[in-house]
């Protein structure tokens, strides 16, 4: 079993700044690829940021120039930081992680979601 834990959220003021983290922990062998993805209200999940094991990154293009993704290896962690942020980055936030718990089993998980409200 593999358990992810997130920590960061919360209200911040348009402009604002929040950094998000996620911790993975339990049986993994080796992650191919942390990131965070989001979902605002009557609104699907969208892909924010994922980085992969080789260092490859995607930003959405609506948090592009605005939020920096990065991985601590060692600490099998994530983490997001968000600048000048907008209303419309108000959503539920979780953490992904796609990784290997053994040669040949792979899978996927979600973390439980961190709320972001962003209002004055």
């Known amino acids: 079993q593999v358990q992810l834990m997130e920590s960061g959220g919360g209200l911040v003021q348009p402009g604002g700044s929040l950094r998000l983290s996620c911790a993975a922990s339990?049986?993994?062998?080796?992650?191919?690829?942390m990131g965070w993805y989001r979902q605002a209200p009557g609104k699907g999940r969208e892909l924010v940021a994922l980085i992969t094991s080789g260092g490859s990154i995607n930003y959405a293009d609506s948090v592009k120039g605005r939020s920096t993704i990065s991985r601590d290896n060692g600490k099998n962690t994530v983490f997001l930081q968000m600048n000048s942020l907008k209303p419309e980055d108000t959503a539920v936030y979780y953490c992904y992680v796609d990784l290997y718990y053994s040669a040949s089993g792979r899978k996927q998980y979600w973390g439980q979601g961190t709320q972001v409200t962003v209002s004055s």
């Open positions: 339990g049986s993994i062998l080796s992650i191919n690829a």
